[in-house]
């Protein structure tokens, strides 16, 4: 849900329901790594409320755009570290394999 002003577009707080601060820590980074986010911060309004609360000030461009954008470069981070990983580990295992059957390459 998104609060905010329709005068100023370029602000506004965004609250995710069933999240905590796993996701809002990384979206926050991602934002403040975008050159049009002049602020970014997160809250949690309770700990017993399973709700974040993402507030983005950008230098013009709609904050909602923004933060959608900022949501796909962290999907592409979250993709890349996944690839990276399955790699490490299918070579990790051919490895071992090669070790176990006491060959050399």
Known sequence: MEHGSYQDQAQATFSFTDEDHTLAN????ILNQ????T???????HPSDARVN?????TGDAA????KDSCQDLMLVCQH??????QAVME??????????NITP
């Open 39 to 45: 602020f970014c911060g997160y809250s949690i309004p």
């Open 34 to 37: 975008d050159p049009r986010v």
């Open 92 to 101: 990790f295992k051919n490895k071992q394999g090669i070790e176990s059957m």
């Open 64 to 67: 909602s755009e923004v933060l």
């Open 54 to 58: 993402i507030r983005v000030q950008t």
């Open 81 to 86: 570290v996944t690839s990276t990983f399955d």
């Open 26 to 29: 990384s979206i926050r980074y």
